[in-house]
């Protein structure tokens, strides 16, 4: 089925642009949100109240098609009893480690915001077996 | 020789005298699955020429689309349902994950548990409320999931 192919094909050149980023920051605040509304057991209407911001603008923040200023996101999560911050994610790259079976291996290592770190075996060093896809969290500091 | 008994069952159980073909099964590929995903995404053939179609009529806004699909599966479609939220329940446990500004609507329904969804449909509303050939296809997709009429195939 090509058409897989090429919804993947636009959704790549989507990740090349500028408003990629900005989206992946309007939709962690949408799951913030989302969250807390589930856990308050609040719904979008009693939020917009408690904020005095429009009912539609904060559907609009829901789906994650409005842009806000810190400032809103602050009264937003003010609103929620929620304390939130901006983290940067790190590029994964390669470094050699032992497995927990004591085997030397390449591991593609992705450090995470809170010090916990995810490893992939990439590769078996000296072999030519494919990568398998395992992960080890292993926890630092 | 008819017996009470099996005259008993023939009232009951209609004999068989042909199997069904004519119930579609309808193959699923998969859009986004493996580990970055917590919530795998499988689409039909069907949906997925019309999430295509929608792709190259909008442009920016079809982009935005399927990065926020994207988002979801890694994150996990529980975290964006909600009865305000982009995953809402229409009826008959079939979701849809929609866009607030083209209002366009992926249909489709979970299996094992939350952990997989199967896109089936596809469209664009027009007004406030869904028409009744969108109520249709909606229905239809229902019915695909209770008959089971579906099939993964890993491409």
Redesign the interface.
Known sequence: ?S??R???K??D???QTP??RG??LR?NL??II??H??QNNW??KELARKTSFQDSF???L????ANCTFETAGRLLFALGVEAKLEEISEPHLVSGIDSSGDKQTLLRQDLADGAEIF?IQALEGTNQASA?T?ILVRTG | MATSASHNLRSFAPPLTAINSKVKIHRV???FVG?DYRTDVW?S?HA??V??KF?GKTKAK???F???V??YAK?GFE??E?????IRHEWNRVFRI????SLFRLIGFYVSGKSEFMCMDGFTKRGKKLSGPQRERIAQVAKIKSQKSWVRQP?
């Open positions: 089925m058409h897989v090429d919804i993947l636009v959704l050149e989507y990740h408003e990629s989206m992946k939709l949408a799951e989302l969250r509304l589930k719904t979008q904060i559907s609009r829901l789906h994650s098609d992939k896809q992960k | 590929e998969p859009l580990d689409i053939e997925s020429e999430l295509n792709l079809g982009k935005e399927i990065a926020k994207e988002h994150s975290n964006f909600h009865s305000c939220g982009p929609g866009q607030r500004s491409s």
